[in-house]
């Protein structure tokens, strides 16, 4: 079982930028889980955000994203982290953070077995 708890949402304007966390519960083989950031806005299907292999060689962002937020993982501390930048409204949602154990080089888009319970980011124009 894993646990994963969320932080770092708020509410932010058009152009701004934020940082979420997300703590993994203390497992010595972190680095073995897939790791990904997920959102669900009012009223849409939760979507894919972006998602880093296990050792943080390989990264994958949706095409939304790409270019503006940022994953990055620290294993000795079992953190992921999504470093959002050039902040916009349609940003807006319940980000959650997920972890699978697709081993040390994957990444993917589904599959996630264990999620966080999400902290909310509201972007203002």
């Known amino acids: 079982q894993v646990q994963l708890i969320e932080s770092g949402g708020g509410l932010v304007h058009t152009g701004d930028s934020l940082r979420l966390s997300c703590a993994a519960s203390?497992?010595?083989?972190?680095?073995?889980?897939?790791m990904g950031w997920f959102r669900q806005a009012p009223g849409k299907e939760r979507e894919f955000v972006a998602a880093?292999?296990?050792?943080?060689?390989?990264?994958d962002y949706a095409d939304s994203v790409e270019g503006r937020f940022t994953i990055s993982r620290d294993n000795a501390n079992n953190t992921v982290y999504l470093q959002m930048n050039s902040l916009k409204p349609e940003d807006s949602a319940v980000y959650y953070c997920?972890?699978?154990?697709?081993?040390?080089?994957?990444?993917?888009?589904?599959?996630?077995?264990?999620w966080g319970q999400g902290t909310q980011v509201t972007v203002s124009s």
């Open positions: 203390g497992r010595r083989t972190f680095y073995t889980y897939t």
């Open positions: 997920a972890a699978d154990q697709k081993g040390a080089v994957a990444v993917s888009r589904v599959g996630y077995h264990y």
């Open positions: 880093i292999s296990g050792t943080g060689g390989k990264a």
